[in-house]
């Protein structure tokens, strides 16, 4: 039970109230709450919303991660990631160099590929056709989360076909799942000025609508801490809790800081530690029809990841094995993590910890 007197004393007892009661939240309550000077109180009400839905259950997952080349045709101000040829740091990897990574770890008991790069400039889509394939061939277990919403527009134009087409092709292929990346903040005001070459936000939900009407699931994230306003972080998470109340297919929702080290945002700096707990606990507020939301350690470092298990997030993340998005932006967590440490760091936070595959099932190991 939240202390009613603390939350009268914030101007927030009508939202303690309706969190309580387990009803919806507008865009003007998110407001309050990212402004309210108690960042406890906020993650107390997180924290009774994540306890509701998850009890102390925290899950994690053993993946490896692949990116298979940085170039990119577009040029996101945000990104350090993106690379033209001929620049040192690009990369691309041939589909034997993707199964060498696959092959690499055959004696870890992965549960998920995660497998994403930029908007190379003319690699065709039968390469991710074969490269699914050949991972699946290899290890029919594996459950494949590839290529964001973005990738696939991109693919579509390259091939001249329909985004929903591409998502045909590569389900039959064996997709299991889209992550969540490239969803950034959908302000058209943002994107016009971070990212203006980019699927724009309502393209990301219509591929995302496309996807789940499809069958495949999905993640969703939201880039935060660069230019946008608390106003617009409301906005995107709205427009999701909107799409997810029609199709029902978003898994987990992640929230991202901005990272800017190597990037070409002015004036950025990082985020800071209770900007972050905050952020993940409005969010686990406001998209109440989200079953999961992901503490992603690659970008908030491990320890503040656990602790943000208090403030909303019920999940962990993984083993990821080879990180480089977040790394390439000046990250300052570690590569790869094991399944005792993740277990450990999990226990000692004071959750049960959950291995689950990549749509949150749990795996039971004999
Ligand atoms: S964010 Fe993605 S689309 Fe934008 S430049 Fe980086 S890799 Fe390319």
Redesign the pocket.
């Known amino acids: 039970m939240l202390d009613s007197k603390v939350y009268k004393d914030l101007g927030l007892d009508d939202i303690r109230g309706r969190v309580e009661a387990g009803e919806r939240l507008s865009i003007e309550d998110g407001e309050r709450l990212l402004g309210c000077p108690s960042v406890l109180a906020v993650g107390a009400l997180a924290h009774e919303a994540r306890r509701r839905m998850h009890g102390d259950v925290a899950y994690y997952v053993v993946n490896q991660h692949i990116n298979y080349s940085?170039l990119?045709v577009?040029?996101?101000r945000f990104?350090a990631?993106?690379r033209k040829q001929g620049d040192p740091l690009a990369f691309e990897l041939t589909l034997d160099e993707i199964l060498g990574k696959v092959k690499a770890r055959s004696q870890d008991p992965i549960t998920e590929v995660h497998m994403v790069g930029?908007?190379h400039p003319s690699l065709p889509l039968s390469f991710y056709e074969e490269a699914i394939q050949a991972i699946k061939a290899l290890r029919p277990e594996l459950r494949i989360k590839a290529f964001t919403a973005?990738e696939i527009a991109h693919f579509a134009g390259l091939e001249g076909i329909t985004p929903r087409q591409v998502l045909l092709r590569l389900k039959a292929a064996g997709l299991d799942m889209l992550p969540g990346g490239?969803a950034e903040v959908f302000s058209p005001r943002i994107r016009g000025l971070l990212?203006p070459e980019?699927l724009s936000g309502q393209g990301w939900l219509d591929i995302a609508r496309d996807a789940h009407e499809l069958g495949i699931r999905t993640n969703a994230t939201m880039l935060y801490g660069h230019i946008e306003t608390a106003r617009e972080r409301l906005e995107h998470l709205d427009a999701l809790r909107r799409l997810q109340d029609e199709t029902r297919g978003l898994v987990c929702f992640i929230p991202l800081p901005f990272q800017p080290a190597n990037t070409r945002v002015q004036d950025a700096r990082p985020t800071t530690g209770v900007e972050d707990l905050k952020t993940m606990a409005v969010s686990r507020l406001m998209l109440d029809n989200v079953p999961h939301i992901k503490a992603y350690w690659v970008m908030l470092t491990v320890k503040l990841a656990q602790v943000a298990l208090y403030f909303g997030a019920d999940d962990f993340d993984g083993t990821v094995v080879e990180e480089k998005i977040g790394h390439m932006a000046g990250a300052e967590s570690e590569q790869a993590l094991t399944r005792t440490e993740l277990e450990r760091v999990i226990r000692e936070g004071g959750f049960s910890p959950v291995e689950r595959d990549c749509f949150f099932n749990e795996v039971k190991r004999g």
């Open positions: 940085n990119c577009n040029s996101c990104c990631f993106g930029g908007c973005v490239g990212c980019k």
